[in-house]
């Protein structure tokens, strides 16, 4: 388990209907600090239902008490950090079920949770490259802090899947940035997502394709861009950051595990360019119904 660090909620602020923004804040931010990608994320640990509490794993060789389960954690996007107000920005998008959904909308000042260290993978272009961001609402926060961090003289289109047009968000840039938006409902998002990024015209040569959001989109996306589009691996990089049916999902690759892991395990080690890697685990995953 990385190194965790206890923080308290300062201030909760509705960034749009469907997301609120949380600072957290602390003593427990001494020596916090991220990797400064604008896509960076950490895991936020939560109390469990009815606690106020974090239970904190213990490091690496130590065990929690008899009956004591870790505090559940989720990945989610830096969207500010400030090392000397000692404070850091976190948007939820909130919806009905889940822990971090559920606890994010009953946040209030005080409350506590904890956070890792944060890491990310998105390095700016070239000068000339333009930027595409495709996303849904979970990808916002890292779209805007890649928007806010373009410098003047770079093009960005932004292309955007939420809710309703009060789900939409701008940003401030020295760029310049043309915003498409989708208006869809959350069953929709997938389909969505690949036919934003299918019907994109996509120039030869410079051009930078950046796309997050719900995983099996995500899985199709970057086969359309390996495959079809055939960019070269540098000028993309697709993640998934939540899945529909993600119980059903996760049941289906328990029962598999077994059978899958060592063919896994054996493509990791033999092949080393990652997008042949992804490629065979989506085959992989393909033949068992993941």
Known sequence: MPMVFPVVVDRVVRVTPSMVRITFGGVGLDGYATSGEPDEYCKVLFPHPGSRDVVIPPADGEELPAGVEPAPQRNYTIRRFDPD????????????????????QQAAPGDHAALTVASGRFEMPPAGHRLVLVGDATALPAIGRIVESMEPGRHALVVGVVAAAEEEQVFRTAGEVEYRWVHVPLSGVGEALRSAVEGLPLPDGQVFVWMAGESEAQRA??????????????????????????EEWEERYEQVKAEIVPTIEKADKEIADDEEFFDALDEIYDKVGL
């Not at 107000?85 to 994010?104: K, L, N, P, S, Y």
């Not at 993640?239 to 993600?246: K, P």
């Open 221 to 246: 996306v970057r086969k359309h861009l390996r495959h079809v589009v055939k960019l070269p691996s540098g000028s993309y990089s697709t993640m998934g950051y939540w899945r529909f049916a993600r």
């Open 85 to 104: 107000a000692r404070e850091v920005d976190i948007d939820f998008v909130v919806h009905d079920g889940g822990i971090a959904a559920t606890w994010a």
